[in-house]
């Protein structure tokens, strides 16, 4: 059977190598000035050794350009497309229309991953991508399994699907975060914690500690909790979904490397020997939950949430 590929955020160049021995078939890098929500800050020249990095352990790369791209940057856009290409990256990952002109004209050989984070929702919307140019879809994280096993019995593209780590809930292109401090002491207030460098937005009701954090790109609001389906992988082995992803986002390396350890294990065996995967999934499951940081649970997302049209 088939085996997905298990795709990675590390958090610096020293970190692939620690993923590749854990088990990771690919890693997402990127700079911030380009990228979203990237879990480590890969300049340049960091770029250029992560690339001969994994390329020595067999990894692939994919470089994070899915940023919204206004016209003060869309000229710089070929300038970093064509150093990605002289570098040896394995693929773009792009949101920004912008982006896919830019490769067609700069280097067209280069394969794109499509990844708007909440609109790649259908097949159809898949393969229109597919057709323009992308090799794969990365699916938004609000899907349901169903969804995503449909996405794939009609997708003409490689699917990839978040399977653990956090989820951005919402981001917006100014800086909100003197905002909400306006508002401290109300039912959501933002709150700075010890445990976390950044900061929180803390929901009393639910009591719910959403991060929260500003960068280049806006404000970014974060899921409360990890996803984790490391015990649900069977459906979409079965059906073929092509890159399983690890989101290491708010997370250490350490945490990252033994997440990426279990996962690989549970991807093996689900593969090569279901029934050992149904027999072995719970303690799988355990592992992780052990790993967690007191501050972060784990829930299975939207994973089988009831679609509602």
Sequence with gaps: ?????????????????????????AVIIGEQRYGLRLTGEFSRHDVAAAVKAAHRRGMNVYVAMNAIFHNDKVDELGDYVAFLADVG????????????????ETAPHMKLHWSTETTATNWYACNYWGRKGAKRA???????????LEIKAHAEVEIEVQVHGAMCMYQSKRSLIGSYFEYQGKVMEVERKKYEKGMFLYDKERDNKYPIFEDENGTHIMSPNDVCIIDELGDMVEAGIDSF?????????????????????????????????????????????????PHRRIDTGFFFKETIY
């Design 138 to 148: 990365v699916l938004a994280r609000e899907l349901n399994m169903d969804a995503i």
């Design 89 to 104: 990256a394995d693929a773009i990952v792009f949101g920004d229309p912008a982006v896919l002109l830019t490769v067609r």
């Design 1 to 25: 059977m088939k085996k997905p590929e298990l795709l990675v955020t590390p958090t610096s160049v020293a970190h692939i190598d620690e993923l590749a021995e854990a088990g990771a078939d």
């Design 245 to 293: 992803k690890i989101d290491g986002i708010l997370h250490q390396p350490r945490y990252i490397t033994e997440v990426t350890k279990l996962y690989r294990r549970a991807i093996d065996l689900c593969a090569d020997d279901r029934e050992r995967y149904e027999r072995e999934k719970e303690e799988l499951l355990a592992a992780v939950e052990a790993l967690q940081p």
